[in-house]
């Protein structure tokens, strides 16, 4: 009697050995799984935080070559100003000595 009650206790010890050791493994490939899981996810947005940086170091360069065709052209319009101030006063005098030569 007592060997087969010996026997029901190794029995349902096994079997709850068995239980935890599938718990155990269930749980160790859930761990698994959440890790892979969490690496895919790291690699993605180190992927998009490169790419976002590529993206803004092109704006930054964009944005400083449209600065500089800015200056450029502001320097263009001065330039056109002053010739256009140099041909009016030219055109003052020549009509103002057209007028001298015509009153003399």
Not at 53 to 76: G, P
């Amino acid at each position: 009697a007592e060997l087969l009650e010996a026997q029901e206790h190794t029995q349902t010890a096994l079997a709850i050995a068995e239980r935890h050791a599938n718990e155990r493994d269930d749980a160790l490939r859930t761990a698994a799984e959440l890790r892979a899981a969490l690496e895919r996810v790291r690699g993605k947005e180190e992927a998009e935080r490169r790419a976002l940086a590529a993206r803004a170091e092109t704006a930054e360069a964009a944005a400083a070559a449209q600065q500089q065709a800015a200056r450029a052209l502001k320097l263009e319009m001065s330039a056109a100003k002053e010739r256009e101030q140099v041909a009016l006063h030219a055109l003052h005098d020549s009509r103002a000595d057209a007028a001298a030569g015509g009153n003399a």
